[in-house]
């Protein structure tokens, strides 16, 4: 009756004759940890440093500072909400934008005309 329903087993025979024979699984396994370490050190790590070093750049924001935002505005920092900033752009104009949209803190004096 076994015999009957071997074909419909998920596992083939050649499977089932490898395991039963005692041949490790090692270098399977071997292979699929070195795929998970090659993920990590050139996907993850660098993704999750990247991370940490914005949340540092944004948290230390502070009024005067000139910043690049994601959507190619540069402008001076004036004021600093919970979750915002107000960015001058020119004399007179103000805009209000999310902190996380902030990517990078100018040098000093790199905006010409300003304060």
Do not use: C, W
Not at 59 to 85: C, F, P, Q, W, Y
Not at 94 to 102: D, E, I, L, P, S
Request: charged share 15%; glycine share 8%.
């Amino acid at each position: 009756m076994l015999d009957a329903l071997t074909p419909l087993l998920p596992i083939s025979q050649a499977h089932a004759e490898e395991a039963a024979s005692g041949i490790s699984a090692l270098p399977q396994l071997l292979l699929l940890v070195g795929f998970v370490a090659i993920f990590y050190f050139l996907i993850i790590r660098p993704q999750s440093k990247r991370a940490k070093a914005h949340k540092q750049l944004v948290a230390n924001l502070g009024a005067g500072d000139e910043v690049a935002t994601s959507s190619g505005l540069m402008g001076r920092v004036v004021k600093i909400h919970e979750g915002a900033v107000e960015l001058e752009l020119a004399a007179n104009l103000t805009v209000q934008m999310q902190k996380n949209h902030v990517t990078s803190v100018l040098p000093k004096g790199t905006l010409k005309g300003g304060k």
